[in-house]
């Protein structure tokens, strides 16, 4: 197969790029090598919605499962406007290399619906996602793929997946999905995960950086479930929250955004702009602000060739998946910045994912105080491991953490072997 094959789009081609070199420098066995550069299955469904108005609108989706050698596939379902099968196959590499990395048994998967959640009713959105779920039901299952919350999805997404799946079974079945509503088997902590995560890598990366985390100047591109957390979080330890943004606009407060009364403004009009006080600000400018920490939770590719070399930040924390491009990222580098890869900074959202699935295959549930402290032990275990992998080898965090993941999904090709 050749990147002309029909899981051909840039982030594929980024993901692919990133796996040869990574693949180069591991002396991966070429077989192996050969094997994880595309999906093991791909399925497309096309998804009839009633809508509002009485009509029926057909939406395409999309579930692909990247490799099943460590055990049963994992990974988010996104509802947005530019979903293709070459991005969501790009985001199933990733969740292999990511759930590998934090040593998860588990192989990458994602799921994507084209379509513009923002101008869908609720009852719109029960409808496709129920239909979804439907359609792609023969790739689901507790012990064969989990999805999860993730851009443009929910708590009540997962509730209505877990709700149409069960009722095919005739009986509740909760551990088809993780990131679901407390009441029908979620986990303690799940909502904060991703965010959380993210503090703990950069507490970690401020230290090896001789640096104190108090005190340091933070941007936020992203008030979502995942910069929302994290700015949160980052403000009660001290940081200056200077900027943040989410999809109307930014705002921009040299003395300190306070986050509990932003969250209220938000409450209150949806969305970050306007917050009294603060001067607007808009997204793209936000990126290359002066600033300590920039963290880039929003959508993909938002540091890019064109603003990469005005990034002040000294250290970014890849709150999104794919924030930052290749050339950017090789910007950043010889900038001397300090970049927490995705796969490594988002990942306190899967690895809380775990641990509701243990818990719901158990049906014995942790208190959320045991589930933080384990959170932060698997997250700078992980950021650890990474770091000293980069000093030995030399190389960036990004190169290192690929390193880990690619490593261990190609040991368990390697043992496994080629069936039949
Ligand atoms: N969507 C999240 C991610 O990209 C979480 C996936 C999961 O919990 O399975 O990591």
């Known amino acids: 197969m050749n990147a002309n094959s029909e899981f051909d789009s840039e982030l594929h081609r980024t993901a692919i790029a990133q796996l040869d070199r990574v693949a180069a420098r591991l002396g991966l066995d070429a077989d192996i090598h050969g094997r994880l550069r595309y999906p093991r299955r791909a399925l497309v469904v096309s998804i009839p919605v009633r809508m509002d108005s009485g009509k029926t609108e057909v939406f395409v989706g999309y579930r ?27 985001l199933a590499m ?27 009713s609720m009852q719109e959105k029960e409808n496709l996602t129920r239909r979804y779920t439907a359609e792609i039901i023969l790739m689901i299952g507790p012990d064969l793929d989990i999805p999860a919350p993730d851009l443009g999805t929910d708590e009540q997404t997962m509730a209505w997946m877990m709700d149409t799946y069960s009722m095919t079974q005739g009986k509740s079945v909760p551990g088809v999905v993780t990131g679901k509503p407390l009441i029908v088997g979620g986990s303690a902590g799940r909502r904060e995960a991703t965010g959380r995560g993210i503090v703990y ?18 941007v936020v591109q992203g008030f979502g479930n995942v910069g929302a957390v994290a700015a949160r979080l980052l403000w009660r330890e001290g940081c200056t929250i200077v900027g943040i943004s989410d999809v109307k606009g930014g705002i921009w407060k040299p003395d300190g955004i306070d986050i509990r009364q932003l969250e209220a403004h938000v409450a209150e009009t949806g ?51 794919g924030p930052t491009t290749p050339e950017a990222d090789v910007i950043l580098r010889e900038r001397g910045a300090t970049v927490i890869p995705d796969i490594l900074c988002n990942a306190g959202g899967v690895v809380v994912s775990y641990f509701e699935w243990v818990q719901g295959l158990q049906y014995y549930f942790w208190r959320e105080s045991e589930i933080t402290a384990r959170l932060q032990e698997v997250m700078t275990r992980a950021f650890n491991r990474v770091w000293a992998l980069g000093s030995k080898e030399g190389v960036d965090l990004r190169t290192a953490a690929l390193m880990e993941g690619i490593k261990r999904v190609a040991e368990g090709y390697k043992v496994r072997g080629l069936y039949p």
Request: glycine fraction near 14%.
């Open 271 to 321: 969305s970050v702009t306007g917050f009294p006080g603060s001067e607007p600000i808009s997204n793209s400018d936000l990126i290359t602000q002066p600033c300590d920490v920039l963290i880039p939770a929003a959508v993909g590719g938002q540091i890019h060739e064109g603003n990469a070399d005005r990034v002040k930040a000294s250290i970014v924390a890849e709150g999104a998946n």
């Open 64 to 90: 692909v499962h990247h490799n099943t050698v460590l055990g049963p596939t994992k990974g988010g379902l996104r509802y947005a406007p530019d979903v293709d099968l070459g991005e969501v196959s790009a």
């Open 94 to 120: 990733l969740m292999s290399w990511k759930c590998a990395l934090m040593s998860l048994p588990y192989g990458g998967a994602k799921g994507g619906v084209r379509c513009d959640p923002r101008k869908l």
């Open 201 to 218: 890598t950069l507490y970690q990366a401020a230290r090896h950086l001789g640096q104190e985390l108090r005190g340091r100047k933070v």
